[in-house]
């Protein structure tokens, strides 16, 4: 193995396999693509106990390590038990303060608590969570990214997100974020790369400026 190659690890969104990824290529003979998968989480979990599991996953030292929506979320608690070379946070907010309100209110009213049993029997919905969008657009899309809807998982990802209580963005973080999407839409203020035209899927539809900026964004 090439001593010299920078290992990424990308981490999906919410019910999200990581193929989401696919089309993410950076040049081989600097990088090696790890893909990190959603493991069903114990109900009773804290975010940052599965963080920390999630760790366990990473089997290199420096990494650089990048989540999308709620895996940017993921990613930010791992920062605090691994050693990184760069954090890359996509599509996603920076504390719980960019949340937006529909989210501050589930968790005002608890009604998180019943919200994803709908989810598991609704792919449509599922996808409007997941990302902004309902299937009638891209119901293929869908059905190819959107795997993980088991109960358990469901129930605790979403509670994870409302209840999510960082103060502040992350001081290491690079954060990048699409100034149209549809589900984190007050992220693109502050220290934020903003993608012109981004959905909350720019991972998927705009794979080409990942392409091209992620080499020159790891080695700044």
């Given at each position: 193995m090439n001593p010299k190659l920078t290992h990424v690890y990308l981490m999906p969104g919410m019910a999200a396999n990581p193929?989401?990824?696919e089309h993410i290529k950076l040049p081989e003979d600097k990088y090696k693509i790890h893909w990190l998968e959603w493991q069903i989480p114990d109900k009773t979990e804290?975010?940052?106990?599965?963080a920390q599991r999630m760790c366990a996953f990473i089997e290199h030292n420096n990494?650089?390590?990048l989540g999308v929506s709620f895996g940017g979320i993921l990613v930010q608690e791992m920062s605090k038990y691994v050693k990184l070379k760069k954090l890359f946070v996509v599509s996603s907010v920076k504390s719980h303060?960019?949340?937006p309100k529909r989210l501050k209110l589930l968790k005002v009213t608890k009604a998180y608590k019943i919200l994803p049993t709908q989810l598991v029997s609704n792919i449509d919905l599922l996808a409007?969570?997941?990302f902004g969008e309902t299937i009638k657009k891209r119901v293929d899309l869908y059905k190819k990214y959107l795997s993980v809807n088991d109960k358990t998982y469901l129930d605790w990802a979403i509670k994870q997100v409302v209840c999510w209580d960082q103060e502040e963005a992350h001081p290491e973080a690079i954060y990048i974020h699409g100034d149209n999407d549809a589900i984190f839409p007050y992220s693109c203020g502050g220290n934020c790369i903003v993608v012109e035209g981004g959905t909350h899927i720019m991972v998927i539809n705009k794979y080409k400026w990942f392409n091209e900026n992620l080499p020159k964004l790891i080695e700044s």
């Open positions: 193929s989401i990824f804290t975010l940052s106990a599965y990494v650089v390590l303060h960019e949340l409007k969570y997941a």
